[in-house]
């Protein structure tokens, strides 16, 4: 799929292991009480809100650990004040990465990531380094089984979005950053089941990585990258062909 980090692919191979870590849900409750801090509590007029609960239901996360997260980012009942924070910096190769985080220690929390970077064979660069290479959009999956892809492209494109691509078994769904959820509302008021919903940073140009020794030290960093308590989300603009992807991940 063009523009799409091959990150993602590496992702859903450790899934079930990020799962038993107790990363998903620790990651749904950091996006909830931030969005409902910065939004409000009541899901009909706050989409990014909506969206993050219901992701985090189609995760199986309790309704009662979503309502806690909620009251907390609401200030009803007492949480840490989480802050949002972007990292910036190259991996091995040269490859750009960009790290989202949720934190209530921002010093805690930039000296992990600079370390890791350090131990990984990567630089952590300053803001603005590496997001230019990069653009900000909404990605929609959406499941192949019982949807017609004509009547997606139409719903979605009606809808205001820019691009519909396939990744294995998915259909997705690229929309500008403020069409997110406009998109993704007409896509679910068709009757098609939307698997995913979010913000993504989209690369604007991929690079090779073909060495497989050096392929193995990219996918290292962006692992240790997810697996600090306080990342949200990576995303690199690496291109691992999927034979060797397959063979690291394996």
Excluded at 105 to 134: C, E, P, Q, W
Excluded at 179 to 188: D, F, I, T
Aim: hydrophobic fraction near 40%; aromatic fraction near 6%; charged fraction near 30%.
């Amino acid at each position: 799929m063009a523009g799409h980090s091959k990150w993602s692919k590496v992702k859903r191979f450790k899934g079930a292991l990020d799962a038993k870590r107790g990363k998903i849900f620790s990651r749904f409750s950091k996006e909830i009480m931030v969005a409902a801090r910065m939004g409000g509590g009541d899901l009909s007029l706050n989409p990014r809100l909506r969206t993050a609960v219901l992701a985090a239901r189609a995760q199986n996360m309790p309704n009662d650990t979503i309502d806690r997260a909620i009251k907390k980012g609401t200030g009803e009942i007492e949480g840490g004040i989480l802050e949002e924070l972007i990292y910036e910096g190259y991996g091995p190769g040269g490859v750009a990465i960009i790290v989202e985080a949720t934190t209530d220690n921002k010093n805690r929390t930039a000296a992990d990531i600079r370390s890791i970077f350090a131990k990984n064979h990567g630089n952590l660069g300053a803001s603005g380094s590496v997001s230019y290479m990069f653009r900000r959009k909404g990605q929609i999956t959406v499941g192949k089984t019982r949807v017609d892809e004509d009547r997606l492209v139409e719903v979605a494109l009606e809808a205001g979005a820019e691009d519909l691509t396939t990744d294995e078994d998915l259909y997705v769904v690229t929309t500008p950053h403020d069409r997110l959820y406009q998109v993704g509302e007409a896509v679910k008021q068709a009757g098609m089941q939307v698997e995913s919903q979010k913000l993504t940073f989209l690369p604007n140009t991929m690079i090779a990585v073909a060495r497989e020794e050096l392929a193995s030290q990219v996918l290292r960093l962006c692992d240790a990258l997810e697996d600090n308590d306080d990342v949200q989300n990576v995303y690199s603009n690496f291109d691992i062909s999927d034979e060797l992807l397959t063979k690291l991940s394996s």
